[in-house]
């Protein structure tokens, strides 16, 4: 496994261990930030993807901080950057009444 494997590894075991996601998409964006201080200092870009039943009830600005609290061990060297869509599966797929 290279160090990009091990990252997008990493970011999945820790969200699907705390947030349990039904859908987890993580792209590594790494390569769009050459040259960049964080690439520089060995931090990736990733854009995450996910859709669990934890975000019920909860506002934009609270899922994001689930999502970071999970990652905060990450956020600390591995992460530089984070865009984060955190929906639950409601969002995804509406029921019509």
């Known amino acids: 496994m290279n160090a990009v494997t091990d990252r997008v590894s990493m970011i999945r075991e820790y969200?699907?261990?705390?947030?349990h996601p039904v859908h987890l998409?993580?792209?590594?964006e790494s390569h769009k930030h050459i040259g960049h201080a964080g690439a520089?200092?060995?931090?990736?870009?990733?854009?995450?993807?996910?859709?669990?039943?934890s975000f019920n009830g909860k506002s934009l600005v609270e899922r994001h901080r689930m999502v970071y609290a999970s990652l905060s061990?990450?956020?600390?060297h591995d992460i530089h950057a984070l865009s984060i869509k955190a929906?639950?599966?409601e969002e995804i797929n509406p029921t019509e009444e």
Not at 15 to 19: A, C, I, K, Q, V
Not at 25 to 28: K, M, Q, R
Not at 73 to 76: S, V
């Open 15 to 19: 969200l699907t261990s705390t947030l």
């Open 25 to 28: 998409e993580i792209v590594d």
């Open 40 to 53: 520089r200092q060995g931090g990736g870009h990733f854009r995450v993807n996910i859709v669990s039943d």
């Open 73 to 76: 061990e990450a956020m600390q």
């Open 87 to 89: 929906v639950t599966p």
